[in-house]
């Protein structure tokens, strides 16, 4: 079975840095996509960055202060994040989907999840 998991957040206070990791397992790797998605209540479902044949894409919200990337030895996702402010406060989620390199990775559809990890940023 095709399961995902992110860890690694976290309150921290605005200006500051985190990094999520997301462990992949029961799939090709290299035949997905896998991006980073977020939800804070009341608010649509954002992704923010995704890697895909070789690729990294990110969201205009995030360009520039996050960094996603992947281990293909280990199997997992990163995301660093830098610069955090209050607006970046959200549950993150790992997702997976089958994607053979498209380089749309941030808008196609995702068919597996996992459970998310909370981030917090004071101001």
């Known amino acids: 079975e095709v399961q995902l998991q992110a860890s690694g957040g976290g309150l921290v206070q605005a200006g500051g840095s985190l990094r999520l990791s997301c462990a992949a397992s029961?799939?090709?790797?290299?035949?997905?996509?896998i991006a980073w998605f977020r939800q804070d209540p009341g608010k649509e479902r954002e992704a923010v960055a995704c890697v895909s044949g070789g690729g990294s894409y990110y969201s205009d919200a995030v360009k520039g202060r996050f960094t996603v990337s992947s281990d293909y030895a280990k199997r997992t996702v990163e995301l660093q994040m830098n610069n955090l402010k209050p607006e970046d406060t959200a549950g993150y989620y790992c997702?997976?989907?089958?994607?053979?390199?498209?380089?749309?990775?941030?808008?196609?559809?995702?068919?597996?999840w996992g459970q998310g990890t909370q981030v917090t940023v004071s101001s």
């Open positions: 029961g799939f090709t790797f290299d035949d997905y996509a």
């Open positions: 997702a997976a989907t089958l994607a053979y390199g498209s380089t749309w990775c941030l808008r196609i559809g995702y068919y597996y």
